[in-house]
Structure formats: structure tokens, C-alpha cells
């Protein structure tokens, strides 16, 4: 799998969290959780923005 940019992500995101129901959303994070933790990251910045996306997705979506 290439790495995309990472607004490709978000808009991805974004798109799928629009129809998705509670479950949906939370299964959606978890697959986000893990792949954030595949991609290794010495960057602090790009670290909390992906806790920061996961967090959003748990506690009701992203806007």
C-alpha cells in the first residue's frame, strides 16, 4: 500500500462518518487506530494529529 496524503485521509473520512451509524464510526476508528500505529512516526505533530482524529471519530465525528 502506497502512503497517501493526508488529506486524501481526512476527506476519506469525512465522506464515510457522513452516512455512518454510532457502530460504524467506532469500528472506523479502531481500523484508523491501527493503522496509525502500522505507520512509524518520529514527527510529535503528526502523532497527536492522529490521536487527535481517532479521539474526534470516538466521541461523535468529525465536523
Known amino acids: 500500500m502506497t502512503n497517501l496524503p493526508h488529506d486524501y485521509y481526512v476527506n476519506l473520512v ?3 462518518l457522513k452516512k ?3 457502530a460504524d464510526k467506532y469500528r472506523l476508528a479502531e481500523v484508523i487506530e491501527r493503522e496509525a500505529m502500522r505507520i512509524a512516526s518520529n514527527d510529535i505533530a503528526v502523532s497527536d494529529a492522529k490521536v487527535a482524529l481517532v479521539t474526534k471519530l470516538v466521541m461523535g465525528g468529525v465536523k
Open 14 to 16: 469525512k465522506i464515510l
Open 20 to 22: 455512518a451509524s454510532y
